[in-house]
C-alpha cells in the first residue's frame, strides 16, 4: 500500500510537462522544466528529532579553521506524511567568519521513517571570542514544525603564542670542539657548541616550530643551524644544539652577528632576526625560565551544550564519553582494598563541585575495572575530625587492619580541597569539618599521607588525588573559584618525600601541579581529572590497542586531554604521575 501512495506523488509531481517544444528561428528545442514537489495536507506528522554535534578536535569549543558538524536524524512518528522540510540554522551573534552550511530540503518523510541530515559549522581563521546560541529550525509545508532547539556554541579567537629566547650555554670541550682555552667562552679561532633555549610564553601551541640561526659575516661559520623544534605547547621549554667557528679575521667586540629565528605554521608570535648574547672572551647568560599560565579570564568558556524542552527531541555532544557506563573487565585482584574519600560539602569553606560523584564513580571503576576486592567510600560527613589519621595511620588505623604485609594491593582515591600552608612550604588534605586557622593539626600532611601508606607494607600502592593545594576551590565551567587560603603572590613550593623513588610499586596519580587549580568538568558532573580517568579506563587509554592498560597509558592519556581541555575551558591544569609506568591496571 505505501509503494502505491509514494508512486501515487510521484505521478502527481510529474503531471503536467517534465519537458516542452520551443520553436528558435524555426526550429523546435526541447527546454528542461524545473519540478516542484506538489504538497497535499493530510494527516499530520509528528516530528522526533536526535542532535549530535562535534567539532574537530573534540574539546568542545570552535576555533580558528575548525570544522564541526551538527547533525541531525528526524524521524516522522505521524500517521501522515511530513512535507516541504526546511532546515535552517539561526545565530543570534554576527560573525562573518562563522559559517553555517544549513539550507537543506527534505521533500518527504514518510510515517515511520528517519532522513539523517548533517550540518557544517567552520569557523574561519580570524574568528572572535564569543558564546553564539544557534537556533535549530526545522519547518514543514503545512505548519507542523520542529518543536524548539538550540545549539549553545562557544567559538574563541587565535590565541596567540609568543616564542622568546631564554639563554644559551657554550660548551668548549669534547666532540665537534676545538678550543684554544677550554674556559667556558668563546675566542676568534675556536669551533664551539652552543646550547639555545627558547620558550613559549603565549596562549597557545605553537605548531610546527622551526629554528634558524644566520650570521652575515662571512668570517663566521655555521652548522647544525637549522632544525624542527615541534609544537611547542603553553610555557613549554625547548632547546637545540648549533656548532659555531669565528676564525681570527673577526673583530667584532660587543654581540657576534649571530641572528636567532623562529617560525611556526601560522607566523604568529615568531622571532625574527633576534641578536644573540654571544661574545668574543665572555660567558654568556645563564637562562632565563618563566612559569606561563593560561589566561583564565580570556578562556572561560563553556563547552558546547543543546537547550531545548521538547520530549520530542534528544541531544548529545559527541565528544563527551559517557563514564557512567562502567565496563566489566577480566582483571581480579585477590587480596585488594581500596579507600575511595569525597568530601564536597565543608562546614566552613566553598564546596569542592562533585567530589562526592567523583568518589561515587571511581568505587564502580576501582570494582569492576580493576578488579578490587574489598572497596571502601567515606563521603562528607564521614570525613570529619582527625579521619585521616585514625583511617591511615601504619599502628592504629582502621586500613592496617586490612592489610597483609607484602601482599594486599592498596588502592586510595581522595577528591576535594588541599590546602597549603600559608608560606607554601607544606600541603594538607583536609577534612569536612577542618578550619584554616588549625591547619597543621586539622589538615593530613601530604609528606604523612605518603609515608602512613609506604609504612603499611602493601604490596603495592596505587593513589589517586583530584584536588588542587593552591588556594582556592575547585572551579567548573558554571561556577567561579574562591580563595580558602590568603596566598597572594605566594608560590606552593612543597618539599615532598618521594616512596616512589625507592619502592617501585608506589604510584601516584595527582590532577594538577601544586601552582595550579584542579577543576571539575558538568557535561560529567565529576572532576575534570577523574572524568578523564574513568573515560582512559573505558579503554580510550589503551594506546596501542594490547587489551591492557599500564599506569604510562593512562598517564599519558590523563595529561594530553586535560591538558588540551583544560586550557580552552578554564585555564591550564596539567595531571602529574610518579611511579612505575609499567604497571598494569586493568586488561580485557
Not at 114 to 119: F, G, P, R, V
Not at 548 to 565: A, C, H, P, Q
Amino acid at each position: 500500500m505505501k509503494k502505491l501512495i509514494i508512486l501515487g506523488i510521484l505521478l502527481c509531481t510529474l503531471a503536467g510537462s517534465s519537458f516542452a517544444q520551443k520553436t528558435v528561428s524555426g526550429k523546435s528545442k526541447a527546454t528542461r522544466i524545473k519540478l516542484q514537489p506538489k504538497y497535499e495536507r493530510g494527516l499530520p506528522p509528528n516530528l522526533f528529532v536526535d542532535l549530535t554535534y562535534e567539532d574537530g578536535n573534540k574539546n568542545g569549543i570552535l576555533e580558528p579553521n575548525e570544522v564541526s558538524l551538527l547533525k541531525l536524524r528526524i524521524t516522522n512518528k505521524g500517521k501522515g506524511f511530513a512535507q516541504g522540510l526546511l532546515i535552517r540554522v539561526k545565530d543570534d551573534v554576527y560573525d562573518a567568519e562563522l559559517k553555517i552550511q544549513d539550507g537543506q530540503k527534505i521533500p518527504y518523510i514518510y510515517p515511520d521513517q528517519s532522513i539523517e541530515i548533517n550540518i557544517p559549522i567552520k569557523a574561519g581563521f580570524n574568528i572572535k571570542t564569543n558564546a553564539h546560541k544557534l537556533e535549530i529550525i526545522v519547518t514543514e509545508y503545512f505548519g507542523y514544525d520542529m518543536d524548539p532547539a538550540y545549539l549553545l556554541l562557544n567559538t574563541i579567537e587565535y590565541q596567540e603564542p609568543e616564542l622568546v629566547f631564554s639563554g644559551l650555554d657554550l660548551i668548549d670541550v669534547g666532540s665537534g670542539t676545538a678550543a684554544i682555552e677550554q674556559d667556558g667562552e668563546l675566542q676568534a679561532g675556536e669551533q664551539v657548541k652552543v646550547k639555545i633555549v627558547v620558550q613559549n610564553i603565549g596562549q597557545n601551541v605553537s605548531e610546527n616550530t622551526k629554528y634558524l640561526v644566520t650570521s652575515n659575516d662571512k668570517n663566521i661559520y655555521l652548522m647544525d643551524d637549522r632544525g624542527d623544534l615541534g609544537d611547542m605547547g603553553i610555557g613549554e621549554v625547548k632547546e637545540f644544539w648549533i656548532t659555531i667557528s669565528p676564525n681570527k679575521r673577526v673583530t667584532t667586540t660587543g654581540n657576534l652577528p649571530l641572528y636567532l629565528n623562529l617560525t611556526n605554521t601560522y607566523k604568529r608570535g615568531i622571532i625574527e632576526h633576534y641578536t644573540l648574547p654571544i661574545k668574543l672572551n665572555q660567558k654568556p647568560p645563564e637562562p632565563e625560565i618563566v612559569e606561563v599560565k593560561a589566561d583564565i579570564e580570556k578562556l572561560h568558556k563553556q563547552v558546547a551544550r543543546f537547550e531545548y524542552t521538547s520530549n520530542r527531541i534528544t541531544a548529545n555532544i559527541a565528544n563527551i564519553i559517557d563514564i557512567s557506563q562502567v565496563p566489566h573487565s577480566n582483571m581480579f585482584r585477590p587480596n585488594s582494598v581500596a579507600v575511595i574519600v569525597g568530601i564536597e560539602n565543608y562546614k566552613y569553606f566553598a564546596p569542592a563541585p562533585y567530589a562526592v560523584n567523583d568518589a561515587e564513580m571511581m568505587k564502580d571503576y576501582f570494582k569492576q575495572v580493576l578488579g578490587i576486592e574489598k572497596v571502601f567510600i567515606y563521603t562528607d560527613e564521614d570525613v570529619d575530625g582527625y579521619f585521616f589519621d585514625d583511617m591511615f595511620n601504619p599502628d592504629y588505623g582502621e586500613l592496617q587492619k586490612a592489610i597483609i604485609k607484602g601482599k594486599t594491593d592498596l588502592f586510595v582515591f581522595y577528591s576535594g580541597h588541599g590546602m597549603p600552608s600559608k608560606d607554601g612550604k607544606n600541603v594538607y588534605l583536609f577534612p569536612a569539618d577542618g578550619r584554616v586557622e588549625a591547619l597543621a593539626k586539622r589538615g593530613y600532611d601530604i609528606n604523612k599521607f605518603y609515608q602512613n601508606l609506604e609504612d603499611l607494607g602493601a604490596k603495592s600502592t596505587t593513589v589517586f588525588i583530584d584536588a588542587c593545594f593552591s588556594g582556592v576551590s575547585r572551579a567548573t565551567e558554571t561556577r567561579e573559584t574562591q580563595n580558602l587560603v590568603a596566598m597572594k603572590g605566594v608560590s606552593i613550593k612543597p618539599r615532598i618525600k618521594q616512596p616512589w623513588e625507592t619502592n617501585p610499586d608506589f604510584n601516584v596519580f595527582a590532577s594538577s601541579s601544586f601552582n595550579e587549580t584542579s577543576l571539575g568538568f558538568d557535561p560529567s558532573k565529576t572532576g575534570l581529572f577523574t572524568y578523564y580517568v574513568c573515560a582512559g579506563l573505558q579503554g580510550a587509554a589503551d594506546l596501542n590497542d594490547d587489551g591492557k592498560i599500564t599506569t604510562g597509558e593512562l598517564r599519558d592519556y590523563e595529561i594530553e586531554n586535560v591538558v588540551s581541555t583544560s586550557v580552552k575551558i578554564l585555564g591550564k591544569q596539567t595531571p602529574v604521575f610518579n611511579g612505575n609506568a609499567e604497571k598494569i591496571l586493568t586488561q580485557d
